[in-house]
């Protein structure tokens, strides 16, 4: 039986869930006692659905970037499609946090992505492609338990 977009993934809600009933304020805890500069990647609709996490980043003062309006495979999306959900999604993440995101990361691109991301002028920059070797990335793996 082939896997169809509109079947859940219920081990996949439950992470969902508990990460935000859970495992944010636990990160958040341990990143504050630490005062450890953070950047978010957030879908938009989660900031939504959480707003008590939002302020708690907000004023933590966290850097809120955004992963798109929904954690959907983008690869077959008509760019018009995925053009219009990009702006979507920048609109309510303002609403939202009170300011535009200055990151990027679909995480799940399309080929058009990096060309539609590129093309604005309200980001300062895309965590979608790895070509850039100008950056350094520092990988903290934190176990809170």
Same mark, same amino acid.
């Given at each position: 039986?082939?896997?169809?977009?509109? %079947?859940? @993934? +219920?081990?996949? !809600?439950?992470?969902? !869930?508990?990460?935000?009933?859970?495992?944010?304020?636990?990160? @958040?805890? #341990?990143?504050? =006692?630490?005062?450890?500069?953070?950047?978010?990647?957030?879908?938009?609709?989660?900031?939504?659905?959480?707003?008590?996490?939002?302020?708690?980043?907000? !004023? $933590?003062?966290?850097?809120?970037?955004? @992963?798109?309006?929904?954690?959907?495979? &983008?690869?077959?999306?008509?760019? $018009?499609? !995925? =053009?219009?959900?990009?702006?979507?999604?920048?609109? #309510? @993440?303002?609403?939202?946090?009170?300011?535009?995101?200055?990151?990027?990361?679909?995480?799940?691109?399309?080929?058009?992505?990096?060309? +539609?991301?590129?093309?604005? %002028? %309200? +980001?300062? &920059?895309?965590? %979608?492609? &790895?070509?850039?070797?100008?950056?350094?990335?520092? +990988?903290?793996? #934190?176990?809170? &338990?």
């Amino acid at each position: 039986m082939l896997f169809r977009s509109k %079947d859940r @993934h +219920l081990s996949m !809600e439950s992470m969902y !869930e508990y990460g935000s009933r859970v495992g944010f304020w636990r990160l @958040h805890r #341990l990143f504050e =006692r630490l005062q450890v500069p953070i950047t978010v990647f957030g879908v938009t609709m989660a900031l939504q659905r959480n707003p008590e996490a939002v302020a708690a980043m907000k !004023e $933590a003062n966290w850097e809120i970037a955004s @992963h798109g309006m929904r954690w959907i495979h &983008y690869q077959n999306m008509p760019e $018009a499609q !995925e =053009r219009k959900m990009i702006d979507a999604s920048m609109q #309510l @993440h303002q609403a939202i946090t009170g300011s535009k995101p200055v990151g990027w990361y679909t995480g799940r691109t399309s080929p058009n992505t990096l060309k +539609l991301i590129s093309e604005r %002028d %309200d +980001l300062l &920059y895309c965590a %979608d492609s &790895y070509v850039m070797t100008c950056h350094t990335t520092i +990988l903290i793996i #934190l176990n809170p &338990y």
